[in-house]
């Protein structure tokens, strides 16, 4: 096995195995740009449906990158947001600069296209980010495509950072590709950069044939994988207090006291993202309280539970 030359080489070389390695250059390229050339026509319309004023949309660049690259050439004051879909929190970072900001907030508010804007050189007002999200809103739509092609995203999507916040906020590190729309009136002109993984380009979209030929469509399948199972749930434990009518219900008051049912302990649920997973027992070891898992939850014993008297259920 041959070690990395230098520092930075090792470093990339995790991060890869991490992230997935990149995809071919010229393939990545083509598929970028193929969404984006879908897109522009949808995301001309939508925003001049929005503003009441055609707006020019064009498309300056596709190229590959990095993830936390998204938001380097934007300058000081922009706005950004990251959507994320089924496949990765991530999918896609939008960052809007402010000459195209300016842009939007003077013409949805009667400003006359013909005339130059004032560029932004502070910290976005709650309006102008508003605004910025919903143009962010736009381009994530008609990115997202439908069908077989559609990237899934978790649409709305998140109202736009600026400031500090969208400075420091995280960008996890990858192979990435970058499309540069362009947004402009006869007189002025700004960007909105999106960054997408390169996995997620390539994945389900034109570019599976080609990759499912020469067989690395299992490997990439196996990458998605491996990253949904290095991300983190929030785990919750409850147990089961007592069954009341409503009327008990609405008599109980600040203060009361309500006693645990005798089988509780051993009837704790433990669940993650609103779904319960096991059945478990509630305990305590040293000084710290526990619960141990019993067995899988399953929903239709749970139903069947639920009609019977208290205590007649699963053991």
């Known amino acids: 096995m041959t070690s990395p030359g230098s520092p930075s080489q090792a470093r990339s070389l995790i991060i890869e195995r991490l992230v997935g390695d990149s995809g071919e250059t010229d393939q990545v390229v083509d598929a970028g740009r193929a969404m984006a050339e879908r897109a522009v026509p949808l995301l001309q319309k939508g925003l001049s449906g929005e503003l009441g004023i055609p707006v020019i949309v064009d498309l300056k660049a596709v190229e590959v990158s990095r993830v936390p690259e998204a938001r380097s050439r934007a300058g000081d004051n922009f706005a950004m947001t990251v959507v994320g879909s089924p496949a990765s929190s991530d999918a896609m970072t939008l960052v809007m600069d402010s000459p195209a900001i300016a842009i939007m907030v003077s013409t949805l508010f009667g400003g006359d296209p013909d005339m130059p804007v004032s560029p932004i050189e502070r910290e976005l007002s709650s309006i ?3 605004v910025s999200t919903m143009v962010l809103q736009e381009v994530a739509q008609a990115l997202n495509g439908s069908g077989r092609r559609s990237l899934e995203l978790r649409l709305p999507a998140p109202r736009a ?39 997620i380009v390539l994945a389900g979209r034109d570019a599976t044939a080609s990759i499912s030929e020469d067989d690395h469509g299992t490997s990439w399948r196996a990458r998605f994988s491996e990253e949904v199972m290095r991300s983190t749930v929030a785990l919750e434990a409850t147990m089961p207090l007592a069954r009341l ?10 203060g009361q006291v309500i006693d645990f049912e005798e089988t509780a302990q051993s009837r704790a649920r433990l669940g993650a993202r609103g779904q319960t997973l096991f059945v478990c027992e509630f305990g305590k070891l040293g000084q710290n309280y526990t619960v141990r898992i019993r067995h899988p939850f399953d929903a239709g014993q749970d139903f069947i539970d639920g009609l019977m008297p208290a205590g007649a259920g699963r053991a």
């Open 128 to 130: 102008e980010a508003d």
């Open 161 to 199: 950072m600026s400031g500090i916040e969208a400075r420091r906020h995280v960008l996890r590190d990858g192979a990435a590709i970058r499309i540069v729309l362009g947004i402009s009136t006869p007189v002025d002109s700004g960007s909105i950069t999106v960054t997408m993984p390169q996995r």
């Open 245 to 254: 009518t409503l009327g008990d219900l609405a008599n109980l008051e600040v």
